[in-house]
């Protein structure tokens, strides 16, 4: 799953993933470890996915 920055219709919430505190950070990689599972949810037919938190792990029983 890529983030582009620059096409501007991609939307990543930075201040989530910043208030976590890191496993391992190094120059290019962040490692989080979480108490609780992210919910990735992705299309590859229309090329689409969404991240979300755990506290939205409700919307990921599909």
Do not use: M
């Not at 501007?8 to 989080?32: I, K, M, P, Q, T």
């Not at 108490?35 to 990735?40: D, E, I, M, S, Y």
């Amino acid at each position: 799953l890529t983030v582009c920055r620059t096409t501007g219709d991609s939307r990543l919430d930075w201040d989530w993933f910043a208030a976590r505190e890191a496993a391992h950070e190094g120059r290019y990689v962040r490692h989080l470890h979480l108490a609780k599972p992210l919910c990735v949810l992705i299309d590859g037919h229309k090329r689409q996915g969404v991240i979300l938190p755990p506290d939205h792990s409700q919307d990921c029983d599909t």
